[in-house]
């Protein structure tokens, strides 16, 4: 088994979020967007990575997955710095609406 089983875990997870996309598209008949299935894979990384640091806090033996998992704490912590800028703005503006 891999060293750090948080990447078996996010790659299985991506890829069931994969699957029903594709399956979502071929029902509704829409195309399936390459750009979207990225999307998918960074997301499903991300919520693995969350889950293991909220995990952390409550079993000490998960630590040691986490520090192998820079990229995805940053990359995590840019989309909720995005994501509460974005957030901020239209709160801001809709005051003025």
Do not use: R, W
Not at 32 to 55: D, E, P, S
């Amino acid at each position: 088994m891999h060293k750090n089983p948080y990447i078996i875990i996010s790659i299985t997870f991506a890829t069931i979020c994969i699957i029903f996309y594709a399956l979502a598209c071929f029902l509704y008949n829409k195309s399936f967007n390459q750009g979207t299935m990225i999307n998918i894979i960074v997301n499903a990384f991300q919520v693995v990575c969350g889950v293991l640091i909220i995990g952390s806090i409550f079993y000490e033996n998960i630590n040691k997955y986490i520090k192998d998992m820079t990229l995805y704490i940053f990359i995590a912590g840019a989309a909720l710095i995005v994501s509460s800028i974005q957030t901020l703005y239209k709160i801001i503006v809709n005051m003025f609406e």
